[in-house]
């Protein structure tokens, strides 16, 4: 049983990702994405969208040794930064893994305890929560003018937009919120397991709390900002190189990328299939034809999961070169 529910977390994710890819471009004109990557696209833009990509990693590594610091771990950043990349890259094969094998990767070559690097995994968890949190509300209410001004000049209406969705498109996006709270729940479990002893439970609970005792708030703060705003630009820029996209604005590049978070959280690959669906469907919104939707998406998913990988093979090289230290 055991090992059929393992099978199932690596599958699943890959079935369901794979699924809703095949629906979204199952009539697509292919020749649209070669005539795109090799003349369409401005490619300069692509390339520097990358560096606020490999930033986010980086601020993240930054911030994960500043929370382990109170707990008197002390590992070396070059080793939180590749953890970090392969935790990502991991994830693209199983959802989620990264953020076991990054603190299994701390243990083992700086000797910091697992349980409390588990610890100060949700605590991130938790402030990125808040800060997706204050994103959305601050897009929500910037957008109220613009959706308002929108349907006004276009006719259209909410029920009116909605129709466009097929039955198929209403399945998907209802399968997705089914697959994220079954997801939500198996990590519940699974945490109540990791909690049995009394030890562990306290060493979860000291990373939980760890945020309290951070040397220098105000980097924390900044660390934490810096994640999300490099992760906007990396999205962002990706607009300037579609002519169809170039001209929207940060707003609503700010709506697709809100958007586009909360579909990641759907446990496929990367966000592969609902992340797609997701900002195809907000740039329709705009008046972006649903072709043109699908490619950028496609495109800019593709690319941007490829550098993903890339880092993960960076780090699997940089960590065969690190020498454990610590390690008892």
């Known amino acids: 049983m055991k090992k059929i529910r393992s099978i199932l977390k690596i599958v699943f994710p890959l079935l369901l990702g794979g699924l809703i890819l095949w629906w979204m471009y199952r009539g697509f004109d292919w020749s649209t994405l070669h005539t795109a990557l090799t003349s369409d696209m401005d490619w300069t833009w692509m390339w520097l969208s990358f560096p606020f990509g490999i930033l986010a990693q980086v601020f993240r590594a930054l911030r994960w040794r500043q929370v382990l610091r109170p707990m008197g771990e002390d590992p070396r950043l070059h080793t939180c930064i590749n953890a970090v990349f392969l935790s990502y890259a991991s994830s ?97 479990r ?12 306290h060493e979860l609970t000291e990373g939980l709390l760890s ?20 992760y906007f630009l990396h999205f962002y820029l990706t607009f300037f190189c579609f002519q169809s996209t ?13 958007v586009g ?19 195809k469907t907000v740039l329709m919104l705009y008046g972006v034809a649903g072709s043109i939707g699908a490619l950028f998406a496609l495109i800019v998913h593709t690319v941007q999961t490829l550098l993903v990988a890339v880092l993960g093979v960076y780090a699997v090289a940089a960590l065969a070169f690190t020498k454990p230290i610590n390690n008892n």
């Open 190 to 201: 699974h945490f109540q397991w990791l909690t049995r002893t009394r030890s562990v439970l």
């Open 246 to 258: 170039a001209g929207l604005g940060v707003t609503v590049a700010m709506v697709a990328f809100v």
């Open 92 to 188: 693209l094969a199983v959802p989620r893994v990264g953020e076991v094998l990054r603190c299994g990767v701390l243990r083992r070559y700086d000797g910091v305890s697992f349980t409390r690097g588990v610890g100060t995994v949700v605590t991130e968890r938790v402030v990125d929560m808040v800060m997706i949190a204050i994103l959305s509300l601050i897009v929500f209410v910037l957008q109220i003018p613009v959706f308002a001004a929108f349907f006004e000049r276009t006719g259209v209406s909410i029920s009116g937009f909605l129709n466009q969705f097929t039955t198929t498109g209403w399945l998907v996006t209802i399968t997705c919120l089914v697959a994220l709270v079954v997801f939500l729940f198996f990590m519940l």
């Open 261 to 279: 978070t909360f579909a990641v959280l759907v446990p496929t690959p990367n966000g592969a299939g609902p992340w797609h669906f997701a900002v």
């Open 211 to 230: 945020i309290r005792k951070v040397d220098g708030m105000g980097m924390f703060l900044f660390n934490s900002v810096a994640i999300w705003v490099c």
